[in-house]
């Protein structure tokens, strides 16, 4: 089984809590997959804003890279997708989940490509420099730096990420822009309607755009009452399928973000999920969904150097 997982928290928890990368809940320190890759995202609460965002989002940068020159066995940062002699560790990439940590300045996002970040949740829930989030109490959309951050990612070849963003937000976004971008954790509206999933008109964007979609463990996204296991997960991601998502379809996680099922806790959490989805669909369907949908649209974008 091979994974590749759009995101996750356990960095930023791990760095709250002065632990080790190893000490969260991925398997880094035995990795059950044949090949992992995983995004690492730095998150920004709502609470942190401007300079004090930015000091975060560095804190955590040299977090994941001291853990690399630690274990590099266990953890290590994506050169190159294609290469297979680091294929036996997490092969780590970085992302931010929040537009604020760049502290609304333009210059910082070319910092935060250098140092290696690849993929930009452009909002929280609430408002930022960027715009307005999923929760916002009024929704502007895109502020005009939103719009001006955006344009820039396109040209370093930085992917914009539409979870969290606000309805407005999302239409901005396609105005602006052609390119494809993605939802890294989230799931659908129309089978849980909660304000963070994407409604089908986005979802079909998406799939128009030839983005991505991660499926998100945490159950309040999954369902409205309290299903347990694997049955919420499957629902979604066959209610994705129906709308043309075969290629889009990919795995968020939410690890250490999310509240998730204890059937979904640990390896062998996502093995039986694995397990499950092959008994409902096309093994190369499944594997797709787990790595090759993720795999095939970010091979173009890591570790390639944009004027």
């Given at each position: 089984?091979?994974?590749?997982?759009l995101?996750c928290d356990?960095?930023?928890?791990?760095l709250?809590?002065?632990?080790?990368?190893?000490?969260?809940?991925?398997?880094l320190?035995?990795?059950?997959?044949?090949?992992w890759?995983?995004?690492?995202?730095?998150?920004i609460?709502?609470?942190?804003?401007g300079?004090?965002?930015?000091?975060?989002?560095?804190?955590?940068?040299?977090?994941?890279?001291?853990?690399?020159?630690?274990?590099?066995?266990?953890?290590c940062?994506?050169?190159?997708?294609?290469?297979?002699?680091?294929s036996s560790?997490?092969?780590?990439?970085?992302?931010?989940?929040?537009?604020?940590?760049l502290?609304?300045k333009?210059?910082?996002l070319?910092?935060?490509?250098a140092?290696g970040?690849r993929?930009?949740?452009?909002t929280?829930?609430?408002?930022c420099?960027?715009?307005?989030?999923?929760?916002?109490?009024i929704?502007?959309?895109?502020?005009?730096?939103?719009?001006?951050?955006?344009?820039?990612?396109?040209?370093l070849g930085?992917?914009?990420?539409?979870?969290?963003l606000?309805?407005?937000?999302?239409?901005?976004l396609?105005?602006?822009?052609?390119?494809?971008?993605?939802a890294?954790?989230?799931?659908?509206?129309?089978?849980?309607?909660n304000?963070?999933?994407l409604?089908?008109?986005?979802?079909?964007?998406?799939?128009?755009?030839?983005g991505?979609?991660?499926?998100?463990?945490?159950?309040?996204?999954?369902a409205?009452?309290?299903?347990?296991?694997?049955?919420?997960?499957?629902?979604?991601?066959?209610?994705?399928?129906?709308?043309?998502?075969?290629?889009?379809?990919?795995?968020?996680?939410?690890?250490?973000?999310?509240?998730l099922?204890p059937?979904?806790?640990?390896?062998?959490?996502?093995?039986?999920?694995?397990d499950?989805?092959?008994?409902?669909?096309?093994?190369?369907?499944?594997?797709?969904i787990?790595y090759?949908?993720?795999?095939?649209f970010f091979?173009?974008?890591?570790?390639?150097?944009?004027?």
């Amino acid at each position: 089984m091979k994974l590749f997982d759009l995101h996750c928290d356990t960095l930023t928890e791990t760095l709250k809590k002065k632990k080790s990368l190893l000490d969260g809940s991925l398997p880094l320190s035995d990795s059950p997959y044949e090949e992992w890759v995983q995004f690492f995202a730095v998150f920004i609460h709502d609470n942190q804003r401007g300079e004090e965002a930015w000091r975060f989002f560095l804190r955590s940068v040299e977090a994941f890279y001291s853990a690399c020159a630690l274990y590099p066995d266990r953890v290590c940062r994506v050169n190159d997708l294609d290469d297979s002699s680091v294929s036996s560790c997490c092969r780590g990439i970085l992302s931010i989940e929040g537009g604020a940590a760049l502290g609304g300045k333009l210059e910082h996002l070319e910092e935060a490509y250098a140092l290696g970040v690849r993929m930009m949740t452009l909002t929280w829930n609430r408002d930022c420099e960027l715009g307005s989030g999923i929760l916002s109490s009024i929704d502007r959309g895109l502020s005009e730096f939103g719009k001006a951050v955006v344009l820039r990612m396109n040209q370093l070849g930085m992917v914009a990420d539409v979870s969290h963003l606000s309805r407005k937000g999302f239409e901005d976004l396609c105005a602006l822009t052609d390119q494809p971008f993605v939802a890294s954790h989230s799931n659908a509206y129309a089978v849980c309607p909660n304000p963070r999933n994407l409604t089908d008109e986005q979802i079909k964007e998406i799939i128009r755009r030839g983005g991505l979609i991660g499926l998100n463990f945490h159950m309040p996204f999954l369902a409205l009452s309290d299903q347990d296991g694997y049955a919420p997960i499957l629902h979604h991601a066959e209610h994705i399928l129906s709308l043309g998502g075969e290629r889009v379809l990919a795995i968020g996680t939410d690890i250490d973000g999310a509240d998730l099922s204890p059937r979904l806790t640990g390896p062998d959490g996502l093995r039986g999920l694995y397990d499950e989805m092959c008994r409902v669909f096309p093994k190369i369907r499944v594997d797709e969904i787990f790595y090759y949908n993720a795999f095939r649209f970010f091979k173009s974008k890591i570790g390639v150097a944009h004027p």
